[in-house]
């Protein structure tokens, strides 16, 4: 097998799944006899016939396992599978094109570790979500936050013992990213769509207007992580880069109107007082990287980060920080 679709399921019926496996279906200039699918099954009811399975022109194997979240069943998937290449979809998505697959395995004919695609979110009102004029498209192009749109070399994760971690269940896919784009020299980018991030109407991280307001604390978690992993990994010059990263990251979303309006105050509360954990725990490496380097990193995130909303800084970034450590004092 030269391609394996790893799919991690929970309670989704064979109906989420199915636009995904028809999307596959539809795939031109491909030979199906070369493409696996590989659906685990993570506790949960999820129940997929094998008539519903026996339509498809490509292998599917389906197993069930324990319910242990969303990174380690990830992972399950990866040791079934014994494909040369492995892409990770999630089951309520779909490829884009009918050619989406053809420039996969294009690319997969050059070779690479890991393949990093632009790829397609499909967003809608959450107040109006049914109404077809709510509905945008949007091209999201060099990405290292979500698991759309990469596949991998499947002996490269195994060389360098790149696997999702199974603490992380919110915000995983950026820890699993960034160590796979990092830990090798041989990773392409593509500029062609060819995946879908579908809208569904119970997605939660879709339709609830404050799901980043809830969840941050996850994305700290993850890039904690992710440090560690660096650190452990004796590549601490990541291990600064993206300590740095967080710490502007952090600092400018404060300054995102929703962040400020006092009605999210408790939200902001607890993601201060979860950074200022980390904080103490990486101040080290934040202190000793270079200001040009800083600065530099500021520069991205603090672009991106006006484009998102941002507002004019409220406060300097070290009186930010005099502020978090005062928290940290005070708990």
């Given at each position: 097998?030269?391609?394996?679709?790893?799919?991690?399921?929970?309670?989704?019926?064979?109906?989420?799944?199915?636009?995904?496996?028809?999307?596959?279906?539809?795939?031109?200039?491909?030979?199906?006899?070369?493409?696996?699918?590989?659906?685990?099954?993570?506790?949960?009811?999820?129940?997929?016939?094998?008539?519903?399975?026996?339509?498809?022109?490509?292998?599917?194997?389906?197993?069930?396992?324990?319910?242990?979240?969303?990174?380690?069943?990830?992972?399950?998937?990866?040791?079934?599978?014994?494909?040369?290449?492995?892409?990770?979809?999630?089951?309520?998505?779909?490829?884009?094109?009918?050619?989406?697959?053809?420039?996969?395995?294009?690319?997969?004919?050059?070779?690479?570790?890991?393949?990093?695609?632009?790829?397609?979110?499909?967003?809608?009102?959450?107040?109006?979500?049914?109404?077809?004029?709510?509905?945008?498209?949007?091209?999201?192009?060099?990405?290292?936050?979500?698991?759309?749109?990469?596949?991998?070399?499947?002996?490269?994760?195994?060389?360098?013992?790149?696997?999702?971690?199974?603490?992380?269940?919110?915000?995983?896919?950026?820890?699993?990213?960034?160590?796979?784009?990092?830990?090798?020299?041989?990773?392409?980018?593509?500029?062609?769509?060819?995946?879908?991030?579908?809208?569904?109407?119970?997605?939660?991280?879709?339709?609830?207007?404050?799901?980043?307001?809830?969840?941050y604390n996850n994305l700290i978690d993850s890039n904690d992580a992710l440090v560690d992993e660096f650190l452990r990994r004796d590549r601490k010059d990541k291990a600064?880069?993206?300590?740095?990263?967080?710490?502007?990251?952090?600092?400018?979303?404060?300054?995102?109107?929703?962040?400020?309006?006092?009605?999210?105050?408790?939200?902001?509360?607890?993601?201060?007082?979860?950074?200022?954990?980390?904080?103490?725990?990486?101040?080290?490496?934040?202190?000793?990287?270079?200001?040009?380097?800083?600065?530099?990193?500021?520069?991205?995130?603090?672009?991106?980060?006006?484009?998102?909303?941002?507002?004019?800084?409220?406060?300097?970034?070290?009186?930010?920080?005099?502020?978090?450590?005062?928290?940290?004092?005070?708990?």
């Amino acid at each position: 097998m030269k391609l394996d679709i790893l799919i991690p399921m929970y309670n989704e019926d064979k109906m989420v799944v199915k636009p995904l496996l028809d999307s596959i279906a539809l795939q031109q200039n491909v030979d199906f006899n070369d493409i696996g699918v590989i659906i685990c099954i993570d506790g949960g009811t999820s129940e997929i016939p094998d008539s519903f399975i026996s339509q498809y022109p490509f292998f599917i194997e389906i197993h069930k396992e324990p319910h242990r979240g969303v990174s380690a069943t990830r992972n399950a998937c990866f040791d079934y599978s014994k494909a040369d290449y492995v892409m990770f979809c999630d089951c309520d998505d779909m490829f884009y094109n009918a050619c989406g697959l053809w420039i996969v395995f294009r690319e997969m004919n050059i070779g690479f570790d890991s393949l990093v695609s632009s790829f397609i979110e499909e967003s809608r009102n959450p107040e109006d979500p049914h109404n077809p004029e709510t509905t945008n498209y949007t091209n999201h192009e060099m990405d290292s936050t979500f698991v759309h749109g990469k596949v991998h070399k499947r002996q490269y994760l195994i060389d360098k013992q790149i696997r999702w971690n199974d603490k992380l269940t919110i915000h995983e896919d950026s820890y699993f990213n960034i160590l796979a784009q990092n830990m090798s020299e041989d990773v392409k980018y593509c500029p062609t769509p060819f995946y879908l991030w579908k809208w569904r109407d119970d997605s939660v991280c879709r339709h609830d207007p404050k799901y980043i307001l809830k969840t941050y604390n996850n994305l700290i978690d993850s890039n904690d992580a992710l440090v560690d992993e660096f650190l452990r990994r004796d590549r601490k010059d990541k291990a600064v880069f993206y300590t740095v990263s967080m710490v502007f990251d952090a600092y400018y979303l404060m300054n995102k109107p929703e962040w400020i309006d006092q009605e999210n105050q408790e939200y902001r509360n607890k993601t201060e007082e979860r950074f200022a954990e980390w904080y103490k725990k990486h101040k080290e490496m934040w202190e000793n990287c270079p200001g040009n380097d800083k600065m530099m990193i500021s520069n991205q995130i603090r672009s991106r980060s006006i484009m998102e909303g941002m507002q004019m800084e409220a406060m300097t970034i070290d009186n930010w920080l005099n502020h978090i450590e005062t928290l940290r004092k005070e708990a």
